[in-house]
């Protein structure tokens, strides 16, 4: 069975910077996506980034040039860099794993980051 582990969550100040990384452990497919979505309070939850097994990278608009996404395929982790941070940024960001054309669909359980003053 597949686990993912974030870390990295936390406060910071608007304009600050964090760093998130998802750790997988288990069965993995020999090719799979990773990436990262966030939910803010009363709202629906959201992709943010994500990386293909290729390295093929996607941003939603909100975060291109801000985020960056990168994984170590060793090491099964994925991380999400995060600069120039905003209040609205602030959310639970959840990662995730998948395989097109296959059931696999993993998802961690979430670490807080909030943008605040």
């Known amino acids: 069975q597949v686990q993912l582990v974030e870390s990295g969550g936390g406060l910071v100040q608007p304009g600050g910077s964090l760093r998130l990384s998802c750790a997988a452990s288990?069965?993995?497919?020999?090719?799979?996506?990773m990436g990262w979505y966030r939910q803010a309070p009363g709202k629906q939850r959201e992709p943010v980034a994500r990386?293909?097994?290729?390295?093929?990278?996607y941003y939603v608009d909100a975060v291109k040039g801000r985020f960056t996404i990168a994984r170590d395929n060793a090491k099964k982790t994925v991380f999400l860099h995060m600069n120039s941070l905003k209040p609205e940024d602030t959310a639970v960001y959840y990662c995730?794993?998948?395989?097109?054309?296959?059931?696999?669909?993993?998802w961690g359980q979430g670490t807080q980051v909030t943008v605040s003053s």
């Open positions: 288990g069965s993995m497919p020999s090719t799979y996506a």
């Open positions: 990386i293909s097994s290729g390295g093929n990278t």
């Open positions: 995730n794993s998948s395989a097109a054309g296959t059931r696999f669909d993993s």
